[in-house]
Nanobody, 126 residues
Framework: QVQLVESGGGLVQAGGSLRLSCAAS????????MGWFRQAPGKEREFVAA????????DYTDSVKGRFTISRGNAKNTVYLQMNSLKPEDTAVYYC???????????????????WGQGTQVTVSS
């Protein structure tokens, strides 16, 4: 069982930056691939970024490439999402997710993830 707690959301102007953190409980954090998803009002939850167990592999949705960076600190049981050049369309609740896996790869689909955090609100004003 893994518990995930996101933090770092807030209100920011367009062009600004935020850094989201997701702290995981448990002693086997390095056994999990991690992902960030987001859900805007009236829309489905969508993939944002993912990182493999070791951190060697990352993946991003096209709309955030070059602006967002996912990273992880296995010693701190934490995954991060650095968000730069934010746009109003980035406004959403951002969720952290964990996938127990033997393989060092990233995962794209919501149904592949085993555990989810409660979400943190990101609002970008124009």
């Amino acid at each position: 069982q893994v518990q995930l707690v996101e933090s770092g959301g807030g209100l920011v102007q367009a062009g600004g930056s935020l850094r989201l953190s997701c702290a995981a409980s448990g002693r086997t954090f390095s056994s999990y691939a991690m992902g960030w998803f987001r859900q805007a009002p009236g829309k489905e939850r969508e993939f944002v970024a993912a990182i493999s167990r070791s951190g060697e592999s990352t993946d991003y949705t096209d709309s955030v490439k070059g602006r967002f960076t996912i990273s992880r600190g296995n010693a701190k049981n934490t995954v991060y999402l650095q968000m730069n050049s934010l746009k109003p369309e980035d406004t959403a609740v951002y969720y952290c997710a964990a996938k127990s896996t033997y393989y060092s790869r990233t995962y794209y689909y919501k149904y592949e993830y085993d555990y989810w955090g409660q979400g943190t609100q990101v609002t970008v004003s124009s």
